[in-house]
T-cell receptor, first 112, second 112 residues
Framework: ETGVTQSPTHLIKTRGQQVTLRCSSQ?????VSWYQQALGQGPQFIFQ???????GRGNFPPRFSGLQFPNYSSELNVNALELDDSALYLC???????????FGSGTRLTVV | DAKTTQPPSMDCAEGRAANLPCNHS???????VYWYRQIHSQGPQYIIH???NNETNEMASLIITEDRKSSTLILPHATLRDTAVYYC?????????????FGKGTKLTVNP
């Protein structure tokens, strides 16, 4: 079975720009969650998608948005980038109703 | 906020057992104790989980105190590849779509 794949692995953006991060979920999983991990901190929950709808959201502003596609892959979009958005963005897939989360290796976003 | 507390760092000699403690004195009877670890530049990886009884799998053992206020993750023969940040997380039994609430975890360094 394939694991979770995230792209790109690294990205540099300018403050005020918009960014889209992508995630392919593990085979057999139907739920995708996104986490933000600042340097030296644990991952922080952004939101989760199930059946192509947002199914829970953490304490993040609306400029953080997402999509889930029929094949269960997902995108994370961040508008009006701020310097503090610089972080590792992690995607995790799972089967709804279970805690078997599989994480990708993340996308390292740097905002300058 | 995380319901668990862990020491910020620990050291262990290669080949020896690594015992990582976690305090979860406010955990409810309906919450599992889950352990994840994050090796540098990778996403978190599931290790083991338990409710009341001690658990063992190919990666580790989990010892939960009878009052469930604390637990210990045991890596029986630590290797250099076990150097990582280890997270202890409480998750409700009924659910499966819950977000993972990561604290800062314990940075385990396995020394040669």
């Amino acid at each position: 079975e394939t694991g979770v794949t995230q792209s790109p692995t690294h990205l540099i953006k300018t403050r005020g720009q918009q960014v889209t991060l992508r995630c392919s979920s593990q085979s057999g999983h139907n739920t995708v969650s996104w986490y933000q991990q600042a340097l030296g901190q644990g991952p922080q929950f952004i939101f989760q998608y199930y059946r192509e709808e947002e199914n829970g959201r953490g304490n993040f502003p609306p400029r953080f948005s997402g999509l889930q596609f029929p094949n269960y892959s997902s995108e994370l979009n961040v508008n009006a980038l701020e310097l503090d958005d610089s972080a590792l963005y992690l995607c995790a897939s799972s089967l709804q109703g279970t805690y078997g989360y599989t994480f990708g290796s993340g996308t390292r976003l740097t905002v300058v | 906020d995380a319901k668990t507390t862990q020491p910020p760092s620990m050291d262990c000699a290669e080949g020896r057992a690594a015992n990582l403690p976690c305090n979860h004195s406010t955990i409810s009877g309906n919450e599992y104790v889950y352990w994840y670890r994050q090796i540098h530049s990778q996403g978190p990886q599931y290790i083991i989980h338990g409710l009341k009884n001690n658990e063992t799998n190919e990666m580790a053992s989990l010892i939960i105190t009878e009052d469930r206020k604390s637990s210990t993750l045991i890596l029986p023969h630590a290797t250099l590849r076990d150097t990582a940040v280890y997270y202890c997380i409480a998750l409700p039994i009924q659910g499966g779509s819950e977000k993972l609430v990561f604290g800062k975890g314990t940075k385990l360094t396995v020394n040669p």
